[in-house]
């Protein structure tokens, strides 16, 4: 008696009629079939667009825009804060950083390129040496006495490594570069006398 008041309850459930089913032996299989068809399932996302935070080998320096495998992200650059995901927000503030530095960098040259102008309007600086026979000169002019020379007369600092000399040995007329950036050089002008 148990098993038919159970069977009037179940075959009147919503879910069945749903399916347009009547209790009948040969649809109940049938019915239950198309209940577990699953017809549509979205794919699961397999990369990640992020930033980096700092350099990270063999795959890109600090501030790169790249696309990494979901596991790659998860398990290496997030926990060791090598990299964030890519939000507006950020894209946003790259931008401003980007924009600062390219200021900063317009800035440096145009510095470089006023010194360069100075340095080309002073004229020829001038190098005493102790003399010798006909031209020769004692010892040579080194890249650190033009540096002593240019901050005596122009009050300016300059390092020596940015400073390309001919081999000077004799008196006469000689042009030094300095290098002030990479894309600007002065030429400067040296005079060496013979006392």
Do not use: C
Request: charged share 30%; glycine share 6%; hydrophobic share 40%.
């Amino acid at each position: 008696m148990a098993s038919t008041a159970l069977a009037p309850s179940w075959s009147s459930s919503s879910w069945l009629h749903s399916f347009g089913g009547n209790l009948n032996a040969g649809t109940k299989l049938q019915d239950r079939r198309t209940a577990l068809v699953v017809l549509a399932q979205k794919k699961a996302i397999k990369t990640r667009k992020i930033i980096l935070k700092e350099d990270v080998t063999d795959l890109g320096k600090k501030g790169q825009l790249l696309d990494v495998k979901a596991g790659y992200y998860r398990n290496y650059l997030l926990p060791m804060g090598k990299a964030q995901i890519v939000t507006s927000s950020l894209i946003k503030e790259m931008r401003m950083e980007e924009e600062r530095i390219e200021a900063e960098k317009k800035r440096v040259k145009d510095e470089a390129q006023q010194l360069a102008l100075i340095f080309e309007t002073v004229g020829a600086f001038k190098v005493k040496r102790k003399g010798g026979k006909g031209k020769q000169i004692f010892g040579s002019v080194t890249a650190q006495d033009l540096v002593d020379i240019i901050k005596a007369q122009l009050r300016r600092d300059v390092d020596k490594r940015i400073v390309s000399l001919p081999e000077i040995r004799e008196t006469g007329e000689y042009i030094a570069e300095l290098r002030l950036h990479p894309e600007v050089t002065a030429r400067v002008r040296l005079n060496v006398f013979a006392n």
